[in-house]
């Protein structure tokens, strides 16, 4: 369905409204498929078929589609990956995607091993939030997850997000039976006396992981359940809006801890985000085979309007929600950095 429909501050004239009614305002854009790290909940440890690099958008043709996306109402853009900032000169597509009229958010999704030495090239060139992986704050279980070493980096990455002024900065933290849970009330505490959202995420299903899945999955009422044995929490609105993730709070707290539940609680209904993957397919959602792919048009020479008509006609494929449960995947599910998480 295609509305016009002023957005107020922009340019825009025109919206993104999928057939569900649910404006579609953010992209978000997996820059690469590799990563340095090999979390088991992700990939398999020896990584994945990677992409080849002629496969991969260039960061021009990236900012085409960001370009072709803001004239169709999107607003905010994630950069996310496999592991972003393991592409070079991510500072420079920051930059780049900050000077596209109708942009007025661009937030990042990182493990944080190279964050502290980036952060500062990232934050000048307009980056405005973080959102940091961190599934334990134990050394060893870190290597255990990631199956890399590297917490202090990730830790030092923190600290130089705030002292940045990327704040409120989330902490996403894919909760596992027997591997981490036993943390849950440590990382609540975090939020007491740092400017930090700590959000618990329920571990999906993708189909290298299905078995981990079924074994370690947490629901995040239990979560909730269990972090209420560190103090009251009271229900808070998130930092920009609920998005995903239920917000509780502590008395006093600098920040607070959310729950993601894409599996007991899906917020499916209030969906305003479609992806790009890093070869170039608009994925309309997390899950399931629904794309369609823009760099052939792209690279044939579309324009930015037309590649607006484009992202306005896939708004049709946008289905109502996700269909998976505990322990299922669709049978052509990949695997999830690979969708472009
Ligand atoms: N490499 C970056 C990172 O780890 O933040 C960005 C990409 S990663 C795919 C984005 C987020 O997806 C991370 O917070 C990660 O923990 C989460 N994630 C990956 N696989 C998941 C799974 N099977 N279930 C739940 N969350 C998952
Ligand atoms: Fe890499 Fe992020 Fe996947 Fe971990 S979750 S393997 S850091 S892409």
Redesign the pocket.
């Known amino acids: 369905m295609i509305s016009s429909q002023a957005i107020s501050g922009s340019p825009t004239v025109v919206s993104l409204i999928d057939g569900f009614s649910r404006p579609i305002t953010y992209l978000r854009i997996s820059v690469t498929d590799k990563?340095?790290?090999?979390?088991v909940?992700?990939?398999p440890e020896s990584g994945l078929p990677w992409l080849r690099r002629d496969e991969i958008l260039s960061y021009e043709e990236i900012v085409e589609i960001v370009r072709a996306a803001a004239t169709a109402g999107v607003r905010t853009i994630r950069l996310?990956?496999?592991?972003p900032l393991v592409r070079k000169d991510l500072s420079g597509l920051v930059a780049a995607l900050a000077a596209i009229p109708g942009i007025e958010d661009i937030a990042l999704?990182?493990?944080g091993l190279l964050l502290e030495e980036q952060i500062d090239g990232l934050a000048a060139a307009g980056l405005r939030r973080v959102n940091l992986?961190l599934d334990t704050l134990r050394p060893d279980r870190f290597e255990a997850i990631?199956r890399r070493p590297g917490l202090d980096l990730v830790l030092r990455g923190l600290d130089a997000a705030i002292r940045a002024g990327l704040t409120p900065v989330k902490l996403n933290c894919?909760v596992m039976r027997g591997q981490n849970d036993d943390e849950l009330i440590e990382f609540a505490k975090l939020t007491k006396d740092r400017p930090v959202f700590v959000r618990f995420i329920e571990v999906m299903p993708v189909h290298e992981n299905l078995e981990l899945q079924r074994d370690t999955y947490v629901s995040s009422d239990e979560i909730l359940e269990r972090i209420s044995a560190g103090g009251q929490l009271q229900a808070v609105t998130g930092p920009h809006g609920n998005g995903p993730a239920r917000y509780f709070a502590f008395p006093g707290a600098m920040g607070a801890v959310g729950v993601i539940s894409p599996l007991s609680h899906d917020y499916c209904e209030t969906c305003n985000r479609v992806r790009l993957t890093a070869d170039g397919r608009l994925r309309l959602c997390l899950f399931g085979d629904y794309a369609l792919d823009l760099r052939t048009p792209l690279r044939a020479g579309a324009s930015t309007d037309e590649l607006a008509g484009l992202l306005r006609s896939a708004m049709l494929i946008k289905p109502a929600r996700h269909h998976l449960r505990l322990g299922e995947t669709s049978s052509r599910m990949r695997?999830?950095?690979e969708i472009g998480?």
């Open positions: 990563c340095n790290l090999r979390c909940y992700c990939m996310t990956g496999g592991e999704s990182t493990n992986s990631a894919v695997a999830f950095s998480g």
